[in-house]
């Protein structure tokens, strides 16, 4: 194997616990050292990181060693949330971790993807489209200022680092379904949505809820989305379609020409609904919901549509906010079920962060959150790259 993985949990946040995870992956890879280590540890190791990577890096006999803290970790075996642990996957024979990222190409086709992890925030030059990019970041208290990401074994404020030898493949599940088509806004002031589809937007989004969410008080806002259709994205201006499967035209949703706005609050008082960012009039908006089930099946068409694009993968990295994931399914991680049911035995490494990073439609590279974005890793063909945004 030029692959493998391994998840070791303790109750202390030592570096033998990292060692112990990557001699279990090497001895997996049958390779004597590595060409390239990922490893994520969860927040305990925050003050031990760099003693933790570079322990990592002697035994691996490489440099090449690159990550991140994480709110957990998760491999093809199993996921820790609420203890020290360490996941790694060891690169061996033609695969192998470069930090040099080479030249930049503005051809999406001629570019592969930049695995990005952030110790914090997404980092504004992230977003520019001279680089695809795919991963997460995590933003959580890590007990002090040090830098809680790392490339070539030392510790940085970011990591961002190539798979050489080897081909990505990327698919988004957004978690979201359609509580009814795009509506136009027809006025709006800053961040308060106003009226849309000849409808109070407070009116508008009570309307579409399911009966037991409108009976609530206060509204489970954090169940909910206003879902905004980038109308300059690829010509789909104009066109509906579906995230969950509700409606029969694809369209916008289908190429992945949206994205999602919070909603901070529904205000009776005045009939409007306040976003987390700022809509005009002309934009087109749909309510949205995501809830355990609706997770599931959407998880499920991404992994349906990154399996029929690679056939035979090698491993899969997966970023995951970890407001999906056990706390979302009482216990159980049933969108990693997902990636295991279609690729049984197939070596996986994931974390819990609370941002994930994946490329736009329309060029770009944008910061995503309760999402989970996996990416297949197999051997090169002459095909181009297909990445899913839906």
Not at 53 to 73: H, L, P
Not at 79 to 88: E, H, I, S, T
Not at 225 to 244: C, F, K, N, P, Q
């Amino acid at each position: 194997m030029s692959v493998a993985s391994a998840l070791v949990a303790g109750n202390k946040p030592l570096p033998a616990l990292a060692e112990e995870a990557l001699a279990k992956a090497l001895a997996r890879t049958g390779a004597s050292h590595a060409t390239g280590v990922l490893l994520f540890l969860t927040p305990d190791f925050s003050r031990h990181a760099q003693q933790t990577v570079s322990a990592v890096a002697r035994a691996a006999q490489c440099t090449e060693v690159a990550g991140g803290i994480a709110a957990g970790v998760f491999n093809e075996q199993g996921w820790v949330l609420d203890r020290p642990a360490a996941a790694v996957m060891v690169f061996a024979g033609d695969l192998s971790l470069d930090h040099r990222q080479g030249g930049v190409s503005l051809d999406p086709a001629a570019q592969q993807a930049v695995l990005s992890y952030a110790g914090g925030s997404f980092p504004y030059p992230w977003g520019d489209a001279t680089k695809r990019r795919f991963g997460g970041s995590f933003a959580g208290s890590g007990g002090g200022s040090a830098p809680t990401a790392w490339q070539h074994s030392r510790l940085a404020a970011n990591c961002s680092v190539q798979l050489r030898g080897a081909q990505i493949d990327v698919g988004v599940s957004s978690g979201w379904s359609l509580l009814a088509e795009p509506q136009p806004i027809e006025r709006s002031r800053a961040y308060d949505l106003l009226q849309l589809g000849g409808e109070n937007a407070f009116d508008s989004l009570l309307a579409v809820l399911p009966a037991d969410l409108r009976a609530q008080a206060p509204l489970p806002l954090g169940a909910l989305a206003a879902v905004l259709i980038d109308e300059d994205s690829a010509g789909y201006a104009g066109r509906t379609g579906s995230l969950g499967g509700a409606f029969a035209s694809a369209g916008a949703f289908a190429a992945g020409a949206w994205h999602s706005a919070a909603i901070l609050s529904a205000n009776a008082a005045d009939r409007s609904v306040s976003l987390a960012e700022g809509t005009k009039p002309g934009q087109r908006l749909a309510w949205a919901i995501r809830r355990p089930q609706s997770a599931v099946d959407d998880m499920r068409r991404s992994v349906e549509r990154l399996a029929a694009v690679v056939a035979k993968p090698l491993a899969g990295l997966i970023f995951s906010c970890f407001g999906r994931g056990p706390y979302f399914h009482g216990g159980n991680d049933r969108e990693l079920d997902c990636l295991r049911q279609a690729f049984p035995g197939l070596p996986l490494l994931g974390v819990y962060g609370t941002g994930q990073i994946a490329a736009c439609a329309a060029g770009g590279n944008r910061s995503l959150h309760n999402a989970v974005v996996t990416a297949l890793i197999s051997h090169p063909s002459r095909r181009s790259d297909v990445q899913s945004q839906s």
